[in-house]
């Protein structure tokens, strides 16, 4: 274990350092990629509790994670335009506050976790997979034809949402904003898998039938795990949108899920910090391979095919060695 | 009435396409116990073969056995590279080693044909309107893709009931270490069944192709769709693939020809037609969670 | 950063002298180059190219990247080319929401932006924007066209069709706002969707005279294919879209004989045009798309103003470009009160040349339209 806390170390400091020498250095598109690292890292991070603790295989994280931008791009475009989003039964007005928005953002994917969750966690394996792929699906089409906000235009906002004390329109202190989230996340996720509760889960993945005999409900410790799962990701599509200013039906799409998806594969499945590691791989991956030729997702599936085949414990398992996390 | 009739048809159409993606997709799963997310990239394959085959022969028919051929060809030799190595591994691999499979293939498509869509058109015997009892007009292809589909619904029934393949296939389903044990070469029999599956999606791919388009990406929305069909029918069960398959073809075309009908009732048309067609393009999901609180495991799957 | 792909246009040696301005213009080209609808990037990014080769001006350098069609992919390709590469131009966006997405962002950050391609309303009316100039269309122009042409084909009952989004709602409102007739029925598809079985059953029952669709890519091609199949014989009317050389090879007889709305067809008659087609040929080897002479117009826009004034005098390029003082394809061409253009509007129909398909113009759907927003635009 001590192999992979220096190597999460490493990371940690990583993801930090780089926009910093490029703030120094005047190059602010490298905090831009950064923060894009960071919030990816945030959504594979929620994905991760669902995933790599309790072995639920969600292809269908787009929701959360596009309900979580649309909560942003919702209540910033009333306040943009100074509409109410309501008038009935009380009047809400829209927001240009971060806080607030985040607090919208996670009720919002949380009640979508919980209701996704509550008809998915009725079964398992396969049916798992492929029900949670349908359900992202249904929101996908639902954003798209849905004309009250955009449609499949999608919705720009023109102004980054404030925060108290910071200039959020400069890279930087949007990326310690962001960074921040990921580092509580990234706490809640490790104290989380030590915690009872935890516990719990991992057993309900490794054996439910004993999780039952001593009288705990698997299908509670999943449900709580996908709730959870489904907020941090909602969190992160509402900074994702902030960091576009933009959000569109395509955050709902099934390769949107995949992608979370392979953030975490590409990191190692059940490390604390393989979301961390995979969304830096997969965005360093986009900009090398996208500047060698227009063909670079055909690459990128060589590469991914290869990482599952021959070296799967992801970038992180292949670096620690031969210590497995995950069964 | 004849509208009805002639949406009721289309519905049974789209039924028996969805039928022969869903159909592949259950086999694999029931017998092999993997989870295929490249089987859209196969309907491409297919869809690409004929067009490419048809466009340098004239021939639709050629074009259709190069489909089958392409398809079942694509499909054998992912699973010998590929996908037999995924057969011990958990779920997550599988879905993580084929959507990296959809990714090659989606861009590999691009790279040897383009961008833009490829032409293949409805052959000649078939192209054109026909009467049908009742004063109906409806299209010949459209009558033929039903009769195409029912036909290898029913062969296929045949295969599995009736031929030394089907009953390994079955035995596969209830015990592959059994099968494996009383000497079936059982890596062979997996190849047969996966190349099966492909070499019916790149027919249906063929098929849809000439009324469609012929793109890269066309494969991905209908694998969806089967994978509601799958879901609903239960996993691993030809029949539950092929009602399932009837029942999401029926609701997506009456739902996106009712809805707006009834929404219009008592709403503008604009935002009648808008909210409609929003509803209609969700109703399938509608019908998959309610089968799924009734029945988990689908209408014909195993309890889990 | 090294990654991007970096082309100077310095293919010609010989620069004429004079013709040059004093100052280098970057040009950051946001394009759709991979993915579904990567044919009409890449024809807007040729059709650009070869204007600029053309000019032999190298004092432009053009930096492109491929925007995947998604709207967050172009947000961060425009950061990065305002931030890092500080370009002074941007341009090359096909789809109406990721112009949405970059262009607000731009013009507010003092960089121009010179659309080859997306118009939608939103930045014609009220969020029109000095720095932002349209070379092709608003988006409801060639639908308005269509509704006005339907009328001089004394259509009354007409069946309308697109997808259930922004661009179909636009287009459907733009018909309506020319034509006159009656509606037989007016039907919100699927985006995406590949199976009209269920329209066309609605479109035979309806009891249409015309039949008016929006149907962009590989749906026209379907629905087209589809309608053909059906023995339906309702005539059908729609914008380029759907029609483009690109496209139309796809559909193949099924769309023969088509109306549809155009700004530009390869048989316009004009030096200009005449001379762009055959140097499209011989340098790509393929027919030029409406797209492509899209991509052509606009980097002539751009080297005009070039020719007139210096970039970094924001005022003096703005009035270069307002100038328009180019030899369009088009023919005539000039600029409205809110940068959009006013220009003629053809209808052509659906022709085979030999084994190509392709279209020819029979009529003038409107004569020097401009749009309906340009009076909510207070610049």
């Known amino acids: 274990m001590l192999r992979e806390r220096i190597l999460n170390f490493v990371f940690a400091f990583g993801l930090l350092a780089v926009p910093l020498i490029a703030y120094v250095s005047d190059a602010p598109f490298v905090i831009t990629l950064a923060t894009k690292v960071a919030i990816l890292a945030l959504a594979g991070v929620g994905l991760n509790i669902a995933l790599g603790l309790g072995g639920l295989i969600s292809l269908g994280h787009a929701a959360f994670f596009g309900i979580g931008g649309y909560a942003m791009g919702i209540l910033a475009s009333h306040a943009q335009s100074y509409t109410l989003l309501t008038t009935w039964p009380f009047e809400i007005a829209g927001t240009k506050s971060m806080l607030i928005i985040w607090v919208v953002a996670l009720a919002s994917s949380g009640l979508a976790a919980l209701i ?208 497995v996390a995950h069964d | 009435m004849t509208l009805i009739i002639e949406q009721l048809l289309n519905g049974l159409q789209l039924g028996v396409m969805l039928f022969l993606m869903a159909a592949g997709l259950t086999l694999v799963f029931g017998v092999m ?272 | 950063m090294g990654l991007l792909k970096t082309f100077t246009a310095a293919a010609t040696v010989l620069a004429i002298a004079g013709m040059a301005s004093a100052e280098p213009v970057k040009v950051g080209m946001i394009t759709t180059l991979s993915g579904g609808g990567a044919g009409l990037g890449i024809d807007v990014r040729d059709g650009f190219m070869l204007a600029v080769a053309q000019s032999g001006n190298s004092d432009i350098e053009v930096v492109i990247e491929d925007d995947q069609r998604k709207p967050e992919v172009a947000v961060q390709l425009a950061d990065e080319m305002i931030q890092s590469e500080k370009v002074d131009v941007l341009t090359g966006i096909i789809w109406s929401n990721l112009a949405m997405a970059v262009v607000p962002a731009a013009t507010a950050q003092n960089v121009f932006y010179l659309s080859p391609n997306a118009g939608p309303s939103a930045l014609a009316g009220q969020g029109c924007h000095k720095n932002y100039f349209n070379v092709a269309w608003q988006n409801d122009n060639l639908h308005e066209a269509a509704g006005a042409y339907a009328n001089s084909a004394n259509y009354a009952n007409s069946f309308i069709m697109a997808p259930n989004y922004p661009a179909g709602q636009d287009a459907l409102t733009g018909y309506k706002r020319f034509y006159e007739g009656g509606l037989a029925g007016e039907v919100y598809t699927q985006l995406g969707q590949k199976d009209y079985a269920s329209e066309i059953a609605q479109i035979r029952a309806s009891g249409a005279d015309s039949v008016y669709f929006f149907l962009p890519g590989g749906m026209g091609i379907a629905f087209m294919k589809q309608y053909a199949q059906s023995g339906v014989d309702i005539p059908l009317l729609g914008p380029a879209f759907s029609f483009d050389q690109g496209i139309l090879q796809a559909v193949g007889e099924a769309a023969l004989g088509v109306r549809n709305t155009s700004q530009w067809n390869k048989d316009l008659d004009n030096p200009a045009n005449a001379a762009f087609v055959e140097n499209f040929q011989a340098e790509y080897g393929r027919l030029p798309s409406l797209y492509a002479s899209q991509g052509f117009d606009t980097a002539n826009l751009l080297l005009s103003a070039m020719a007139a004034a210096d970039v970094s005098d924001a005022d003096a390029f703005r009035a270069a470009l307002e100038a328009a003082n180019f030899d369009s394809v088009r023919g005539d061409f000039a600029f409205g009160p809110n940068h959009h253009p006013i220009q003629n509007i053809y209808v052509r129909e659906v022709i085979k040349e030999g084994d190509v398909f392709t279209n020819q113009i029979i009529a003038t759907g409107l004569t020097n339209h401009s749009d309906a927003y340009a009076a909510d635009c207070k610049m």
């Open chain 1, 116 to 323: 996704i969750g509550a008809l998915s966690l009725r079964t398992s394996g396969a049916y798992f997979i492929m029900i949670t792929l349908a359900f992202g699906q249904m929101l996908f089409f639902f954003a798209i034809s849905w004309p009250a906000y955009g449609g499949e235009d999608g919705l720009p906002i023109y102004l980054r949402n404030g925060f108290p004390g910071l200039n959020t329109l400069d890279p930087i202190q949007f990326f310690t904003i962001t960074y921040v989230i990921l580092g509580l996340a990234l706490f809640l996720s490790s104290r989380l898998s030590k915690s009872r509760f935890g516990l719990a889960l991992q057993a309900t993945r490794q054996n439910p039938e004993r999780v039952e005999a001593v009288g705990m409900r698997p299908f509670n410790i999943r449900l709580t795990a996908f709730l959870i799962s489904g907020m941090i990701t909602g969190l992160a599509g509402a900074l994702f949108a902030d960091l576009n200013r933009f959000v569109s039906p395509s955050m709902f799409s099934w390769q949107t899920s995949g992608e979370i998806m392979v953030f975490v594969i590409l990191g190692g499945v059940g490390r604390l910090y393989g979301p961390v590691a995979g969304a830096a791989l997969f965005i360093l991956l986009e900009h090398w391979l996208g500047g060698i030729n227009d063909y670079w997702q055909f690459l990128l599936g060589l590469i991914l095919l290869g990482v599952v085949l021959f070296a799967r414990g992801g970038l992180i398992g292949t670096l620690v060695g031969r210590e």
């Open chain 2, 33 to 304: 116990g993997l989870i295929n997310l490249a089987h859209g990239s196969l309907y491409m394959v297919g869809a690409f073969a004929c067009a490419a085959v048809a466009t340098a022969t004239g021939s639709f028919w050629l074009g259709v056995i190069a489909s089958l051929a392409a398809a079942a060809a694509a499909g054998a030799i992912v699973e010998l590279v590929v996908i037999r190595r995924l057969y011990s591994r958990d779920h997550l691999d599988q879905v993580l080693a084929t959507f990296a499979l959809i990714l090659v293939f989606s861009e590999g498509t691009r790279w040897l044909f383009g961008s833009f869509p490829l032409f293949l058109d409805v052959p000649a015997a078939f192209s054109g309107p026909v009467t049908l009892p009742g004063g109906i007009e409806y299209s010949r292809y459209r009558l033929a893709i039903i009769a195409a589909g029912l036909l290898i619904a029913v062969g296929l029934y045949a295969l599995i009931t009736k031929t030394r393949l089907g009953i390994r296939i079955r035995a596969g389903e209830s015990d592959r270490e059994m099968i494996a044990a009383l000497g079936v070469d059982i890596s062979k029999l997996y190849t047969i069944v996966f190349a099966l599956g492909a070499a019916l999606a790149g027919f249906a791919g063929a098929l849809v192709g000439a009324i469609q388009s012929v793109q890269v990406g066309m494969g991905e929305p209908v694998l969806i769709l089967a994978f509601v069909v799958v879901v609903i029918g239960g996993i691993g069960s030809v029949k539950g693939a092929f009602v399932g398959a009837l029942l999401v073809g029926m609701t997506d075309t009456l739902g996106r020809f009712l809805l707006p009908v009834f929404f219009g009732t008592f709403m503008d048309p604009s935002s009648a037609t808008s909210v409609g067609s929003a509803l209609a393009s969700m109703s399938i999901y509608i019908l998959m969670a309610l089968v799924l609180v009734a029945k988990p495991s689908g209408l014909y799957g195993d309890a889990i």
